[in-house]
């Protein structure tokens, strides 16, 4: 997982792509649409992934008490589903926590996990000819969209800083910026860069959408679109 989930992931398409439920709005729908040729069967679940200081989601790990997890708040239906081609079907999100619980952001991820025709866990096969014997791994990727739900009206503040030119992996230029937060709510929102050529206009040279910041620190970095020359 890295830092948002694609909406369209093999043959699934999930919208939208993250879900805020709050006091008022205690249920969410989220619209799925199987995009191929033959109906496939998907297991829908709940997971808790942390973070990591670059923005990626680790592992799913079972939340402590200090993770303002929503796992256990939320409810979901259905379970298990089976996508025709092109047909759509709802999944509908609730929340179901206690009347007592501390202001704040809360979060979970539902999880999409495509099945077999077996309907087994992901697993290795050995295949044997007349002179070998290999191994066919067989593996499902999980599509997963983050769920918050927002007890209250939590205060919060975040910063934009430490803006460093960097050289990405393939040769090319981005930006590198640190963010820091506080408060009990959790930063969503787009990063955009522009450059100003002296005595000409501002135009914007980068952009990463739908940063969510589920710890204090994060470092973002994303590509540049440097003008010609440049």
């Known amino acids: 997982l890295g830092f948002f989930p694609q909406t369209l992931f093999a043959n699934l398409f999930v919208y939208p792509t993250r879900a805020l439920l709050t006091e008022s709005q205690r249920v969410f729908n989220l619209t799925l649409r199987h995009t191929g040729a033959k109906p496939e069967a998907y297991k829908i679940s709940l997971a808790y992934y942390p973070m990591k200081n670059d923005g990626s989601l680790g592992e799913a790990i079972k939340p402590t008490a200090t993770d303002r997890s929503a796992v256990n708040l939320l409810r979901f239906s259905p379970r298990k589903t089976t996508l025709q081609p092109n047909l759509e079907q709802i999944v509908r999100v609730m929340i179901g926590g206690p009347a007592n619980l501390p202001e704040g952001d809360y979060r979970a991820h539902i999880v999409f996990e495509p099945l077999s025709s077996s309907d087994s866990e992901e697993s290795d096969r050995e295949v044997a000819s007349e002179d070998q014997v290999s191994m066919k791994l067989e593996t499902r990727v999980s599509l997963a969209i983050p769920v ?40 969503y929102g787009d990063l955009f860069a522009y450059f100003t050529p002296a005595g000409g206009e501002k135009s914007q040279v980068g952009v990463v959408k739908g940063v969510s910041m589920y710890l204090p620190k994060l470092n973002v970095t994303f590509p540049l679109s440097p003008p010609a020359g440049l």
Do not use: H
């Not at 927002?150 to 030119?165: A, E, M, Q, Y």
């Open 148 to 187: 918050i739900y927002r007890k209250g009206k939590p205060s919060f503040n975040s910063v934009l800083g430490k803006p460093t030119l960097t050289n990405l992996p393939d040769k090319s230029r981005g930006i590198s910026v640190e963010l820091t937060a506080t408060g009990k709510a959790f930063p």
